[in-house]
């Protein structure tokens, strides 16, 4: 049990305005990521560097056939979160008891990929152990890095972005090349194309001066503007807006005074981080005081907002009204009145808007964030209070999704939360970290039990609950709530132990204080824990009088509607299909009445297998059919994987070799992201490997790799057609076939381990026992024994009939 949600910005960032020029630069990144594995664009803030590392990556996309993959680092800001972070980005859905990392780099080491690592300057550490540990653990990931500071790794090449170019402003226009020749007349347009800085300007002054363009009478005063901004995109992108207001030369004059301040009137030129302080001091100034407070508020919004958050933080709450007074000097900001200061903050260039799952959404740049949190902490207890409302918010809409997580719009729960993930665990760790406060980081991260269960966070969740139970002790219903949920996610990563442990703890706890909602939550863990570790008769006994109790008051439906599952499941590993159809068909209906699907799709994969055990095989494709669909439809991808191995038994059992090959080829591909060895269980291994000899015994072996190929080429929403509907799949690309078997496809005899095919293919490369140990940091014996198990296994007697079968297999 288990699944995932859908991957925001796994892909590259949308452009919403134009990328002007870098031309040179976009020549040399392409160059350097074709020769060096790890590139990192260093430079000031406001320079570009996330835009160009966007637009470079798109240019070499096609150069990596398991794709480009981009990781927003900005409104992360706990080290241990970053391989997460890239495991989240790159689609993997690991729930391994190995560490993040470990686990991170197994599943990509076969793929050949490009990942983004945006903002690095904050996460030195943590970015440069993870580029060095696909660096040293794989050889077709490449790492393109953006950040402030260089990650001091030897293999690290760096290239600096420097600002745009910026003409002479004092010089003959007439040497300007795209000037045409002869002199240029009053009011003649001019291209600005030989300078990005200027062609900056000029985009972005048409887009709130329709028809502004640069001409003979402008030229000089624009350039002479770029230059004093020292062409930082950002700092121009401010100052176009207030051409709203201002025409150039009035524009040019106030910047010169402001600057003439900074400088206590001396001609030294300004360094460039003030430089881009300066030109974003007076876009602060030209804010009214309420566009200044809600700026300086949203600074503690980590990731992108929509209205209802803007609201809820930065308006004062009710203590402003009842004698508290407001933010020194700045006034209040009423929850009306927030809309109206988002709107002037969107129309200053300061807030970015952006389509969201839900409508639209707003970000505040990194550089921009930074300097409202700046402001914001000037003013006395306002950061504190800020981030208390923020963190309050996010506990409201993380209850308000758990009350209506059994039924309706789970889809959309899903991709809200995840919208809101840099936010979510801003306020678990403002919650950890500032006094008084470490209860309601454990609330919060127990409300959210069915986000990091369902949704396929259970690493994250785990992490968070353990450093929230370690901050409290004391025996409170938020403990026995954590507890189990901590509990849940240990099994989740395969940690029975400690997962006993904590459900057991939750339940003497609940017990204790007499809360059954959560003494049955903690009797559910305890009983899956049961059935994942084969102990079906104990297991059958304890589903069997959760179910027969009913429903507790209090108890969340979902974990009731899961008790029905577990319950099915045991009664058809034990041969009970009769009595496992008629759980089924009780918790079906439950589900369907308050349109539920997450729990329904795994409701009808246990009908299928209940009708499987009666051999009923039409029937069990039908059922594992339509729990497929519902699966995509929540984009449950463990449930997926696990429904494709199922429907490919089936179709196997029902004599269509060609598309159960196909199937077991997306299978395959399916559990590369999630654990190739399928957790190491001994049914779900048992299934894949009859089903792989029963098909390569009824097709041989050319028919086989044809139609399994074909299935492990197919995206997801392909296959789950094809699994479904018959649509016979396209033969891949020799490129894409070549990427997706390498990746998916495990030894046909697939009893040997992970460790023994990697010691094969070394084997097959000649290389011999101690060269083997040297290369997988193992001790010599142990690669000597793991060589004698692959001759065991496979029946043969010499190290050349090893090289001979994987290069068969390959």
Known sequence: MGGSAPRRDRHLPVETTSFVDRRGEQTEGRELLAKARLVTLTGPGGVGKTRLAARLAARVERAFPDGVRFVHLAG??????????????????????????????????????????????????ACAELAAALLHGTTGVRVLATSRHRLALTEEHLMEVRPLPVPDPDGDLRACPQTPAGAATPGQALTADGYPALALFADRAAAVVPGFRITADNWAAVARLCRRLDGLPLAIELAAVRMRVLGVEQLLERL??????????????????????????WSHELCTRQEQLVWARASVLAGGFDLETAEAVCADDERSEMG??????????????????????????????ETGPDGVRYRLLDTLRHYGLDRLRQLEGEEDATRRRQRDWMQRRAADCERAWFGPGQRETV??????????????????????????????????????????????????????????????GERARGLWVAGLLAAATQDMTGGLRRARDAHALAEHLGDKAEAAHAAYVIGVIRLFSNELPAALDHFETSVARGLVPGQHLSLHGLDQVELACALGFLGQAD????????????????????????????????????????EAGRHAREALRLKL???????????????????????????????????????????????????????????????????????????????????LAELVAYATEGDEPQRPTPAKETSARRRSRPPQDST?????????????????????????????RTAEGHVERILSKLGFSNRSQIAAWVTAQN
Request: net charge negative; with cysteine.
């Open 256 to 281: 010169d005074d402001r600057y003439r301040l900074l400088t206590a009137g001396s001609s030294a030129a300004l360094p460039r981080h003030q430089t881009l302080r300066a030109a974003v001091d």
């Open 752 to 780: 040997l381990t992970r460790r023994e095919t990697e010691v094969a293919e070394l084997v097959a490369q000649g290389l011999a026992n101690q060269q083997i140990a040297d290369r997988l940091v193992i001790a010599r």
């Open 324 to 353: 508290v007074p407001p933010a020194r000097g700045w006034g209040r900001v009423r929850p009306h009145e927030v809309l109206e200061a988002v709107a002037g903050l969107v129309d200053k260039s300061v807030l970015g808007r």
């Open 579 to 618: 009595r496992a159809v008629e759980v089924c068909e009780h918790a079906r209906r439950l589900c369907e009445e308050h349109g539920e699907e997450w729990v329904r799709s795994y409701v009808l994969r246990m009908l299928a297998l209940a009708h499987t055990v009666k051999k009923d095989w039409d």
């Open 633 to 715: 439809d929540v984009n449950d991808v463990t449930g997926i994987a696990l429904t494709l191995d199922l429907l490919a038994h089936i179709a196997t059992r029902a004599g269509a070799h060609e598309h159960a090959a196909a199937l077991l080829g997306g299978a395959d591909r399916t559990w590369a992201d999630i654990d190739r060895d399928r957790w190491g269980s001994t049914h779900l291994g048992a299934i894949r490997r009859a089903g792989g000899e029963r098909t390569l015994a009824a097709l041989g072996q050319a028919a086989f790799e044809q139609s399994y190929d074909k299935g492990g080429a197919l995206g």
């Open 76 to 125: 992360l800001h706990d080290p241990a979160l970053v391989p997460l972070a890239a495991a989240d980005a790159l689609g993997l859905h690991d729930h391994s008891a190995q560490p993040p990392l470990d686990a991170l780099v197994e599943q990509v080491r076969d793929r050949r990929l490009l990942l983004v690592l945006d903002n690095c300057e904050h996460l030195l550490q």
């Open 415 to 476: 991709a809200r939360l995840r919208a809101d993930q840099d936010n979510l665990r801003a306020a678990l760790d403002f919650s950890l970290t500032a006094p008084g406060e470490r209860l309601a980081a454990l609330r919060l991260a127990g409300t959210l039990w069915f986000y990091w269960h369902a949704c396929g966070a259970p690493r994250e969740g785990r992490y968070w609950l353990e450093r929230a139970l370690d901050a409290n002790p004391e025996p409170t």
